[in-house]
Structure formats: structure tokens, C-alpha cells
């Protein structure tokens, strides 16, 4: 493995240096900005949680097109992701100068009101050992169960979007926690039909390696032989490439994926990559070629966002870049229904506009993304197309995967709705006697 310092040996270690959401209408870059704008970021980051770091600010966003650049619209706070009533209420109390209590008690009333954990996963994905539940586990589909540390419930920058907004607000009955390995470890070897893991977050790779590898080298021992694939769910390869090449312990982490695999595991880096900006530069490629030194594979996958990749162009573009890096696209997802969705989410017709046009101008190599889907609570739900069945327009669909496997595969139909933005809003196509819906018995 080569010395993530480069051949003179000369440490180029560039450091992490964050910036909390309180702080970014302070940010120099903002100096000209009207005090209205300072305002609006001040407010709706008391309620969701933003973070921005040194890399996003020098290298992925464009000052000269702000407010408009997509990596400053993914990255920084704007007043239409808080429905208004919310964003009129804690702008009062903010402008007024609310006692901070005053203002706790209105951020966390209002951040309840917006499904802070989409899809039942408090509810229904969280499995039992000895009768007792698992915190900070998920088990949804038969053959993965997703770990989340305890220590890796942040990430070198936040997204706007992200789904998992409620495990960085700071309240402990919102957010996911797995304290230690050993639980998890009991229950995976309890359990031999799950093949695949998946360590996520927040980010997993925002911990050292060392206490990485305390989740990580404890599934490649006895009695977890039944795991094929350990993954990684990550943004550092956009947000901090640097974990991977001149962090102190990157060749710490380098080695754990070698490790991993000679033990027989396939390392699966689950890069998240939003748009092709972020595949840009010479730390990326960098990064990008010491992972797969190690024999670990990196997929691609992000949601469609309005205002930031909603355009096929960018897709398509975005596909041919990663292939071009040896990244295989994964999946394009539909914007989940939490936090800042009704800023972000496009409609599924236009998602499946938008995911065809991206496909027609690429190659079979780079036509390996999945989309749009849905990761809705029954399971991920992938829009194959439109047509038109004894005479009614209807959106043609299939569960890729599903708590019921019986699902998995099976076609059903839901009638076409130009206006709908995720599974809940769909009804089922006159035709169709199949139930479908959440609450309704299993395909069989």
C-alpha cells in the first residue's frame, strides 16, 4: 500500500475544520449577504441540523453563483425547507430574543411534526434478542441487518436532504445508538440468513479507524461465516476525501479493508455521490484508487433533488464520471418524505423522466443505477415506467426488495399521478386485485 503522504514522505495533511449550522451565516463568504438571508439561515438551522467543512467550502461550492450553485442549495439552510407556520413561529422567537428554553420547547415541537424517522423505522425495523429489543440495529429485509454506532452518528458535512436529519438534533429518543459491538455481534450469529451488513449512520467513517475496526473485525471471526459483504455507508469520498489518503489513520483504514477482505469478505463502499462536482479534483481520485488497492468495490448512490441534481444531464454525466473513476452506479432514489422534503422532492413522473433521459445517453456500463425508488415503508419500490393497460395510464412498478420476499419482483400498478411524490400517494390501478399497500396482507 502506498504512503498516503506521497513518495517524498512530507506530511500534506490537510485538517478538518467544521462549521456548525449556527455559525454559517458568520461565514466570510456570506460577509455581503442581506441581513434577511443571515436571518432566514439562523432559522432554519435551529431547527434542522446543517454542517459545512473547509473541503465543501473551498473546493465543491461555486461563491460566484450563489444562492443558486447546487452544492450551496445542498449544503446551506433556506427558509422554504420549514413549512411556513414552523418558520414564522421560531422566527418570531428568534427575532424577539425568546428565553432559550422558550425557543427549545418550539425547535422540538416543531421538529416532531416532521417525520423525523420516515418509513416505520423506529416502529417496525428494529429487531429482538431474547425477547428484548436491539437498539441502534435494523433488521427490514431478510438478508441485511444495519449497524449504527453509537460513535459514528455524524458526518464530515451534512446534506441538506438527509433522511437521517433526526440522529444529529441532539435528542436521544430520535436518534439511532449502538453502543458497542457485542450486541450486534450476539445477534448477527443468532441469525445465519443474513448475508450482508451495513455499518451507517450518520457517517461510520467519521470515527477513527481503531474504533471502526472494533465493529468491523469482530464479523470476521467465528460464527459469522454466513456474512458475504460488509458495507459502508459514507459521504467522506465527496465531503472529506482526504479520510482515505492524508488523514492520520488513513492507511490504518486501508488496512482494515485488506484485512477484511483476505478474510473472504467483499468490502462495499456505499458512496454517497450527489452530483458530478463532487467527483471532481485530484484528492477524489486519489481516494478513490487507494480503496480499490485494498480489493474493497465502491457503488454510487443519491436521491433526485430539486435545486441540485434534478436535470438528466447531471445524471448522466455524474454516471460517466464514476465509471470513468471504476465506481459502479447503484441507485437513484426518490427524496424521502422527512425533514425538508416538500423543498427537495420532484414528482415521480418527472423523477422517471428525469432517471429515462439520464439512461438514454449513456452506455450499459453506466446504466447499472437503479431508479427512481422509493425506500417506503413496505420496501424499495422502483418505478419502471409508464403505460397505458385496458385503457387507464398507470405508473408500471416492482419492489426490488421487501420486508414480504414474496414481493420482490412481482409487477403491480398504480394509476398515473402527475402531482404524487412518494409510494403513500399512490393508489392502486382500477385493474389491480393484488394488495399492495402498507397495512394490507402479503403478496403471496
Same mark, same amino acid.
Given at each position: 500500500?502506498?504512503?498516503?503522504?506521497?513518495?517524498?514522505?512530507?506530511?500534506?495533511?490537510?485538517?478538518?475544520?467544521?462549521?456548525?449550522?449556527?455559525?454559517?451565516?458568520?461565514?466570510?463568504?456570506?460577509?455581503?449577504?442581506?441581513?434577511?438571508?443571515?436571518?432566514?439561515?439562523?432559522?432554519?438551522?435551529?431547527?434542522?441540523?446543517?454542517?459545512? &467543512? &473547509?473541503?465543501?467550502?473551498?473546493?465543491?461550492?461555486?461563491?460566484?453563483?450563489?444562492?443558486?450553485?447546487?452544492?450551496?442549495?445542498?449544503?446551506?439552510?433556506?427558509?422554504?425547507?420549514?413549512?411556513?407556520?414552523?418558520?414564522?413561529?421560531?422566527?418570531?422567537?428568534?427575532?424577539?430574543?425568546?428565553?432559550?428554553?422558550?425557543?427549545?420547547?418550539?425547535?422540538?415541537?416543531?421538529?416532531?411534526?416532521? &417525520?423525523?424517522?420516515?418509513?416505520?423505522?423506529?416502529?417496525?425495523?428494529?429487531?429482538?434478542?431474547?425477547?428484548?429489543?436491539?437498539?441502534?440495529?435494523?433488521?427490514?429485509?431478510?438478508?441485511?441487518?444495519?449497524?449504527?454506532?453509537?460513535?459514528?452518528?455524524?458526518?464530515?458535512?451534512?446534506?441538506?436532504?438527509?433522511?437521517?436529519?433526526?440522529?444529529?438534533?441532539?435528542?436521544?429518543?430520535?436518534?439511532?445508538?449502538?453502543?458497542?459491538?457485542?450486541?450486534?455481534?450476539?445477534?448477527?450469529?443468532?441469525?445465519?440468513?443474513?448475508?450482508?451488513?451495513?455499518?451507517?449512520?450518520?457517517?461510520?467513517?467519521?470515527?477513527?479507524?481503531?474504533?471502526?475496526?472494533?465493529?468491523?473485525?469482530?464479523?470476521?471471526?467465528?460464527?459469522?461465516?454466513?456474512?458475504?459483504?460488509?458495507?459502508?455507508?459514507?459521504?467522506?469520498?465527496?465531503?472529506?476525501?482526504?479520510?482515505?489518503?492524508?488523514?492520520?489513520?488513513?492507511?490504518?483504514?486501508?488496512?482494515?479493508?485488506?484485512?477484511?477482505?483476505?478474510?473472504?469478505?467483499?468490502?462495499?463502499?456505499?458512496?454517497?455521490?450527489?452530483?458530478?462536482?463532487?467527483?471532481?479534483?485530484?484528492?477524489?481520485?486519489?481516494?478513490?484508487?487507494?480503496?480499490?488497492?485494498?480489493?474493497?468495490?465502491?457503488?454510487?448512490?443519491?436521491?433526485?433533488?430539486?435545486?441540485? &441534481?434534478?436535470?438528466?444531464?447531471?445524471?448522466?454525466?455524474?454516471?460517466?464520471?464514476?465509471?470513468?473513476?471504476?465506481?459502479?452506479?447503484?441507485?437513484?432514489?426518490?427524496?424521502?418524505?422527512?425533514?425538508?422534503?416538500?423543498?427537495?422532492?420532484?414528482?415521480?413522473?418527472?423523477?422517471?423522466?428525469?432517471?429515462?433521459?439520464?439512461?438514454?445517453?449513456?452506455?450499459?456500463?453506466?446504466?447499472?443505477?437503479?431508479?427512481?425508488?422509493?425506500?417506503?415503508?413496505?420496501?424499495?419500490?422502483?418505478?419502471?415506467?409508464?403505460?397505458?393497460?385496458?385503457?387507464?395510464?398507470?405508473?408500471?412498478?416492482?419492489?426490488?426488495?421487501?420486508?414480504?420476499?414474496?414481493?420482490?419482483?412481482?409487477?403491480?400498478?398504480?394509476?398515473?399521478?402527475?402531482?404524487?411524490?412518494?409510494?403513500?400517494?399512490?393508489?392502486?390501478?382500477?385493474?389491480?386485485?393484488?394488495?399492495?399497500?402498507?397495512?394490507?396482507?402479503?403478496?403471496?
Amino acid at each position: 500500500m502506498r504512503d498516503g503522504h506521497g513518495e517524498t514522505g512530507v506530511e500534506r495533511r490537510p485538517k478538518l475544520r467544521a462549521v456548525p449550522g449556527h455559525r454559517l451565516a458568520g461565514l466570510p463568504q456570506l460577509a455581503g449577504a442581506p441581513e434577511r438571508l443571515r436571518h432566514e439561515i439562523a432559522v432554519v438551522a435551529a431547527v434542522l441540523p446543517f454542517k459545512v &467543512n &473547509n473541503h465543501v467550502l473551498a473546493e465543491l461550492i461555486d461563491w460566484s453563483r450563489v444562492p443558486d450553485d447546487p452544492m450551496y442549495r445542498l449544503t446551506f439552510p433556506h427558509r422554504d425547507m420549514l413549512p411556513p407556520g414552523i418558520f414564522d413561529r421560531i422566527s418570531g422567537l428568534i427575532a424577539g430574543g425568546a428565553p432559550r428554553e422558550v425557543l427549545a420547547e418550539a425547535v422540538t415541537a416543531a421538529r416532531r411534526t416532521l &417525520n423525523p424517522h420516515p418509513g416505520g423505522q423506529l416502529e417496525e425495523n428494529i429487531p429482538e434478542l431474547g425477547g428484548r429489543p436491539v437498539p441502534g440495529l435494523q433488521h427490514k429485509y431478510r438478508e441485511t441487518v444495519l449497524l449504527f454506532p453509537a460513535q459514528g452518528q455524524s458526518c464530515h458535512a451534512y446534506c441538506g436532504y438527509c433522511f437521517r436529519w433526526a440522529q444529529f438534533v441532539g435528542e436521544p429518543d430520535l436518534r439511532q445508538s449502538l453502543p458497542g459491538p457485542a450486541t450486534a455481534l450476539e445477534y448477527l450469529r443468532a441469525h445465519p440468513e443474513v448475508s450482508d451488513v451495513l455499518i451507517t449512520g450518520g457517517d461510520p467513517l467519521i470515527m477513527s479507524t481503531d474504533r471502526l475496526a472494533g465493529y468491523v473485525e469482530p464479523l470476521l471471526g467465528p460464527g459469522t461465516e454466513h456474512l458475504r459483504t460488509i458495507r459502508l455507508g459514507t459521504k467522506a469520498l465527496a465531503w472529506w476525501p482526504h479520510r482515505f489518503t492524508t488523514d492520520p489513520d488513513a492507511d490504518a483504514l486501508l488496512g482494515l479493508f485488506e484485512r477484511a477482505v483476505a478474510a473472504g469478505r467483499q468490502v462495499a463502499v456505499m458512496a454517497h455521490v450527489s452530483h458530478p462536482r463532487e467527483l471532481a479534483g485530484a484528492a477524489v481520485r486519489a481516494a478513490v484508487e487507494r480503496i480499490r488497492s485494498t480489493g474493497a468495490v465502491i457503488r454510487a448512490q443519491a436521491p433526485l433533488i430539486r435545486h441540485v &441534481n434534478d436535470d438528466p444531464d447531471v445524471w448522466a454525466r455524474m454516471w460517466r464520471d464514476l465509471v470513468r473513476l471504476g465506481i459502479a452506479p447503484y441507485y437513484l432514489f426518490v427524496e424521502r418524505d422527512t425533514g425538508a422534503s416538500a423543498y427537495f422532492e420532484v414528482p415521480l413522473a418527472r423523477a422517471l423522466e428525469i432517471y429515462q433521459g439520464a439512461v438514454r445517453q449513456v452506455s450499459g456500463l453506466e446504466r447499472t443505477a437503479r431508479g427512481p425508488v422509493m425506500s417506503a415503508g413496505p420496501g424499495k419500490v422502483c418505478l419502471d415506467g409508464v403505460a397505458e393497460i385496458a385503457g387507464e395510464r398507470v405508473f408500471v412498478c416492482r419492489f426490488l426488495q421487501a420486508r414480504e420476499p414474496g414481493r420482490v419482483g412481482v409487477p403491480f400498478f398504480a394509476r398515473y399521478d402527475e402531482r404524487a411524490t412518494w409510494y403513500d400517494q399512490l393508489r392502486p390501478a382500477s385493474f389491480e386485485r393484488r394488495p399492495w399497500f402498507e397495512g394490507e396482507p402479503a403478496l403471496v
